[in-house]
């Protein structure tokens, strides 16, 4: 029974010298991931605010300022994995178990595709901040691009598109150079005046202050008759880099081409 008591001690004693022993480089790791997180932040700050005077795109420069906060941080993780010893731990059982390593290849597959894919985004640039745009069945306004992900709003919903999804499928940019296409139709009734309405919808489009046609042809005609019902599609161009509210502008020019058109006794279906 002594013998046994003996040998417990010397375990828990060992135990204890162990934790005594690895304390100290606890402590420093952690202090480790603490600065370096610190770090990462304050030059991710300064890199995004630097990038953004010099560069034309903010979304570009925020990317660029985005995956240098994340380099430093994964570096400061691997300095810590090096103080307490556990590199080794890993490189051993990925070296004594394969399957290990194909289990954590195919759970980090998606990660590592959508990184790839924001990088790609970043630089070969479909869309940029304030874009309209359409995938994977949602259409809304670009406000961020993530290493994972890209940020849309839409109806007052913030939809978070995986950058993998945006390479593979179909992207529409409603965008043109600045420039936002609008679109919409009027019923008119089967024998109406079509090239008064249309003149009438013209000096609309010619009133509003929001709307241009500068190097775009903004257009009113008849495209279909559908049960005597004339439909008159009105299409025009607003800038992008306006403050107006676009749904609010759209709903505008349409109140005044219904109201326009009802005033001049053209009767609507």
Do not use: C
Not at 70 to 85: A, N, Y
Not at 99 to 127: M, Y
Not at 223 to 240: E, F, H, K, P, S
């Amino acid at each position: 029974m002594e013998n046994f008591l003996q040998d417990v001690f010397k375990h828990v004693e060992t135990y204890y010298y162990s934790i005594v022993d690895l304390t100290p480089k606890f402590i420093l790791a952690v202090a480790v991931i603490l600065v370096s997180w610190f770090i990462a932040t304050r030059v991710g700050i300064f890199a995004g605010n630097r990038l953004k005077v010099r560069m034309h795109d903010r979304l570009l420069a925020t990317f660029i300022a985005r995956l240098i906060k994340s380099v430093l941080i994964i570096i400061g993780v691997l300095i810590m994995f090096k103080i307490i010893g556990l590199d080794g731990i890993a490189q051993s059982m990925l070296a004594g178990a394969g399957i290990s390593a194909f289990v954590i290849g195919f759970a980090l597959k998606d990660i590592g595709e959508n990184f790839l894919a924001g990088i790609l985004l970043a630089f070969k640039r479909p869309f940029s901040i304030g874009d309209i745009i359409e995938s994977n069945g949602v259409k809304g306004e670009v406000i961020n691009l993530n290493l994972r992900d890209t940020e849309v709003k839409s109806d007052s919903k913030i939809i978070y598109i995986p950058n993998a999804l945006l390479i593979k499928n179909t992207l529409i940019n409603y965008n043109s150079a600045g420039f936002l296409l609008q679109t919409f139709t009027v019923g008119l009734e089967f024998g109406s005046d079509y090239n008064r309405a249309i003149e009438l919808v013209k000096e609309v489009m010619e009133r509003n202050d929001d709307v241009t046609d500068k190097e775009h042809n903004d257009s009113a005609i008849i495209t279909d008759v559908t049960a005597g019902v004339a439909q008159l599609n009105i299409r025009y161009w607003v800038q992008t880099g306006t403050t107006t509210n676009k749904a609010e502008n759209r709903s505008k020019i349409i109140s005044e081409v219904l109201n326009t058109l009802k005033e001049n006794e053209f009767v609507l279906k």
